[in-house]
Structures are given as C-alpha cells and as structure tokens.
C-alpha cells in the first residue's frame, strides 16, 4: 500500500460514524479511501447506513491532520499496516464481517500455510492450567501451529512463553497502539515476541488500553485463528467472550474440563455443557478435532521402513494391522491398555506417521 493511499485509508478510519463495516461499504462503493472524499454527497448518500451525520463528518478536515501524524509514528517506528485485503492479511480474520479494515502489525510474522490455534482463559491461571498448556503446546510441537493469545497475564502469558520454549511462532493482539505494553511487567517478552512472532493490533498509537478495547481486541484473537481453546475460565470472563465471538465467525472452540468444585473450571464446564465447545483433554482431541493429521500428511502416506516402535505401540500397530480399522474403547480392550494410557500412545504413533484417526473416535494402521 502506497504512502498516499494510506493517509486517506488513516483518515477515513478517523471519520466519526465510520467503524469497520461502513468504512468497507464505503470502500466498496467508491473503490479507494481517497475516492470516499472526492465522491459527491450525493453519490454516497444512496449507500445503506449512510445518513446526514455521517456525510457532515465526512467533511472534517481534521482527520486528515491526526491521519498524517499516525503515518509518522508509522514510519519512525517501522510498523507495518495490512489493509484487509492485502495478501498478508490473516486470511480467515478477512471472512469475519466486523473485522479490522487495517491492522498494525510488529515483528517476524508468517500467516502463509500455517495452522494457528488461539489459547485464552483466566488471568488466574492454576498449576492445573499451567500443567495443561505445557503438555498441550509441547504435543502440538510436530505440527508447528501459531500460537496466538491476548499477552495479559495468566493464561495467555503462558501460551506465550510455552510456545516460544517450544520454538514456535506466537502472536500477541493488543488492546492498544505499539508504542506501548500493557501490562508493564511483560515488557521484557517483547524482543522474544517479535523474534519468533510478533505483535498485532487495530488500534492507533494515541490508544490506551481501556476496557472496552480489549473486547474489540477479542474477536481478532477469535476471528484469525482456526480453533480457540479455553484453558480455565471462572463463570464469567474475557475469555467466554472470546469463546463466544469464535463460535459466531463458525470457528471450533475447546475447553479444557474441571472439578465442578473449582472456581476457574467453572467456565469450561459450561461451554462443554451448554455444547458451545467440544472437550479437551489431550493435543490427540485438538488434532482429531480438526483434522490436522489428515491435512498435515503427504496423500501417500507410507510408514517408513525405520521407524522406531515402543514396546506398547508395537502392539497397538500390529494389532490394527491384524484387523484394521477399529474403535478407540475396542483397541485398549484387545491390547489391555487402560484409556487414559492408550490416548497418548495413540498421538504419538500418529505424530509418527504409524496411524490415522478416523471419524467415530476409530483408527487405522497407515
């Protein structure tokens, strides 16, 4: 995007009355940011939504002033801005309607033919939840998924450091413009962050981070990523929202369950109870969820003649071998495996390429 169309893009954004959607119908309408100004009233007027108000804002010179101060900090301080229809625009935030027509972006991102999970929960987070990221994000290692979260404290702040322990891309979204952090405290994550990842937001450098933000900041941690999973939440939080926004833009949600009795579990019980999410209790869950193994694999998958097999999983292979596909409940049964111990074993031999899963909890030796 050029300097030109930028500055126009700024101060159309700066236009009172005009928020996401209208700023795309406008965009739509009259073909550039530019165009918005110059076209006459009454070309405009026809345009749904657009009413008296919005056509007297349009004629405030005053953004243009505040427009080309935040192109100044743009370029001072090196921060890329992706219009929504530019090619390095997060590609599933581009199908959600009330999505940033410009976002702000710092660091090392790489969006392209990647899987990307968004983690949140309570910024109170336990041992429990702690425990629980760190075995989930080190089981989803094989896969490479972006991991992406809100940088506030607690869960998020841990999917953060877990993913960059685990040398994998991870994004924080703000609730407020890249000139500055919030809360303080992580300010030392920065450089890591934008070493291996980085940062976005849709809010300009004159943005402070006030509550209503970090909602709006939501449905883009909700919007770009394929699967959101609440670690913990109490019966009321950002995270349900977040949750929420990413059950309307038609994405997966997961939870991870609890005891009924614990305050921070209450939140997922819910969403698993209420079917707004499906239940996670191990990365095997999250991959069959989406069907991540089946997309990650070349299409002739072949198990390599060198693979080094376990003990267990030599039994598990050639059982299904013997009988082919079968049920999850039938494989622990026949092998006299318990359940809790053959999930894993199961994840690691697909991470290996040994087996597949199949619809209805099956598998089958590749």
Not at 122 to 145: A, H, M, N, W
Not at 210 to 234: P, Q, Y
Request: charged share 25%; aromatic share 8%; glycine share 8%.
């Amino acid at each position: 995007m050029s300097d030109q169309e930028l500055f126009y893009l700024l101060a159309l954004l700066k236009v009172e009355g005009v928020g996401d959607i209208m700023a795309k119908k406008l965009l739509t309408h009259c073909g550039s940011a530019e165009a918005v100004f110059k076209t006459k009233t009454v070309q405009i007027a026809g345009i749904d939504g657009v009413g008296s108000v919005l056509l007297k804002n349009l004629k405030d010179k005053t953004v243009f002033e505040k427009a080309g101060r935040e192109l100044e900090f743009i370029h001072a301080d090196q921060i890329n801005a992706c219009y929504f229809q530019d090619e390095n625009y997060p590609e599933r935030l581009k199908h959600c309607i009330d999505s940033p027509v410009l976002i702000f972006t710092s660091g090392n991102i790489d969006l392209k033919n990647k899987k990307m999970i968004s983690i949140v929960g309570t910024r109170q987070i336990t041992s429990y939840g702690i425990d629980f990221c760190r075995k989930l994000i080190e089981d989803l290692v094989p896969l490479d998924p972006v991991i992406v979260s809100g940088f506030a404290y607690g869960v998020d702040i841990v999917a953060h450091q877990l993913a960059l322990e685990n040398n994998l891309q991870t994004i924080g979204v703000l609730a407020h413009g890249l000139n500055q952090i919030y809360p303080k405290t992580h300010k030392r994550y920065i450089s890591k962050m934008e070493e291996k990842g980085g940062f976005i937001t849709e809010f300009w450098s004159s943005s402070n981070p006030d509550k209503e933000k970090f909602v709006r900041r939501n449905r883009i941690v909700a919007g770009m990523t394929e699967a959101t999973i609440v670690i913990e939440s109490a019966d009321k939080g950002g995270s349900l929202i977040t949750a929420n926004l990413a059950n309307d833009y038609n994405r997966e949600v997961f939870a991870v369950p609890g005891r009924v009795t614990d305050r921070y579990s209450q939140g997922c019980n819910n969403l698993i109870k209420t079917q707004k999410a499906n239940m996670l209790t191990s990365a095997a869950d999250l991959i069959y969820g989406l069907n991540w193994d089946l997309e990650s694999k070349p299409k002739s998958i072949q198990r390599q003649l060198f693979v080094e097999l376990a003990p267990d999983e030599e039994i598990i292979y050639n059982f299904l071998i013997k009988s082919g596909k079968e049920l999850l409940d039938i494989i622990a049964l026949e092998c006299n495996f318990p359940i809790f111990k053959i999930s894993g074993i199961l994840l690691n031999m697909e991470l290996k390429g040994l087996i597949r899963p199949l619809p209805g909890k099956m598998f089958e030796a590749v």
